[in-house]
């Protein structure tokens, strides 16, 4: 286990609401968010910026940024999905503390997101992000799929060396590997991950698991292990891509915390607060999520004593 800091970064807001079709009402998302704020996380994801018709779960994003950036006191940093120049603007507008960008290593998957090939793709991301830290915020940008295609299957590790190459290229060194489909696997995991972080020694990666086979918490370790202490999780394990073949939810973020706990690490972090927050979710839902411990209750963890 590391012994640098690991930065939490919840993203059920976004990723984890996107598959939903039941539309959360603006003022739920806001006690989930306030609840989020509570627990001490380190970013909070609070949506996406996407037009209202082809995804109305996040039709009221920039005015969850206007209300929790007016006045704010919690230490979290508020970041947003973008797509394009227009979801720039429109981030830039409410408030959105950091900027999250990313590009497909999957051809069709990228397709199918965005309406662009990858290199089409990345040569409109990177003058945005660019745009967005010449604006002062902070900008993290993604490889998606860049462990396996649910359409096409295993992505050549080129590919997407060859998009960390393009961000490194225009100074942008906040990198995510998500893996959209969930074929990740630990030694795949500790390879990729290791092969990126050796482009550059200023660079900071991020990891995105999606749980699709069961693997997500596995590839979570296998990613700390090469050197990664950056991971986005979702709350209840919320999640998936809409448009992806198989979309599934994430590594739930009270899960990941209930472990790191156990491991000494980020007791900083409410547990107690993610659990409420993952539990009002399975009720607002109506069905049980795909985390563990917000049912099941977390271990106490006590010093042992000897006889």
């Known amino acids: 286990?590391?012994?640098?800091?690991?930065?939490?970064?919840?993203?059920?807001?976004?990723?984890?609401?996107?598959?939903?079709?039941?539309?959360?009402?603006?003022?739920?998302?806001?006690?989930?968010?306030?609840?989020?704020?509570?627990?001490?996380?380190?970013?909070?994801?609070?949506?996406?910026?996407?037009?209202?018709?082809?995804?109305?779960?996040?039709?009221?994003?920039?005015?969850?940024?206007?209300?929790?950036?007016?006045?704010?006191?919690?230490?979290?940093?508020?970041?947003?999905?973008?797509?394009?120049?227009?979801?720039?603007?429109?981030?830039?507008?409410?408030?959105?503390?950091?900027?999250?960008?990313?590009?497909?290593?999957?051809?069709?998957?990228?397709?199918?997101?965005?309406?662009?090939?990858?290199?089409?793709?990345?040569?409109?991301?990177?003058?945005?992000?660019k745009a967005a830290l010449a604006a002062g915020k902070r900008v993290q940008v993604s490889v998606q799929s860049a462990f396996g295609c649910g359409f096409e299957g295993p992505i050549p590790e080129e590919r997407v060396l060859k998009i960390a190459r393009a961000y490194l290229e225009a100074g942008l060194k906040s990198i995510s590997l998500a893996d959209t489909a969930g074929h990740a696997h630990p030694a795949q995991v500790e390879r990729l991950f290791g092969a990126v972080l050796a482009l550059d020694p200023g660079i900071d990666c991020t990891a995105h698991f999606h749980n699709t086979y069961g693997l997500g918490m596995a590839n979570m370790f296998a990613a700390m292990r090469s050197g990664v202490t950056s991971f986005e999780t979702s709350f209840a394990g919320l999640g998936g891509c809409p448009f992806t073949k198989t979309a599934a939810g994430n590594v739930a973020t009270e899960d990941f915390v209930h472990v790191l706990q156990r491991e000494g690490l980020r007791k900083d972090i409410s547990l107690e607060k993610l659990l409420e927050v993952a539990r009002d979710v399975a009720k607002h839902f109506g069905r049980e999520m795909q985390g563990f411990v917000y049912t099941t209750g977390p271990i106490s963890v006590k010093t042992a004593v000897l006889p």
């Open 1 to 129: 286990m590391t012994s640098k800091a690991l930065l939490l970064h919840e993203v059920g807001l976004r990723d984890g609401l996107q598959m939903e079709s039941q539309v959360v009402p603006l003022e739920k998302k806001a006690v989930w968010l306030s609840g989020l704020l509570e627990s001490g996380v380190d970013i909070i994801q609070v949506g996406s910026f996407v037009h209202p018709v082809k995804m109305p779960q996040m039709a009221d994003t920039d005015e969850l940024f206007r209300r929790f950036t007016a006045d704010k006191k919690s230490k979290a940093m508020l970041s947003g999905l973008v797509l394009n120049e227009k979801g720039l603007e429109r981030g830039l507008a409410c408030g959105v503390e950091m900027f999250c960008l990313g590009v497909s290593a999957s051809e069709t998957h990228s397709r199918k997101n965005t309406g662009m090939g990858t290199d089409e793709a990345v040569a409109r991301i990177i003058p945005a992000a």
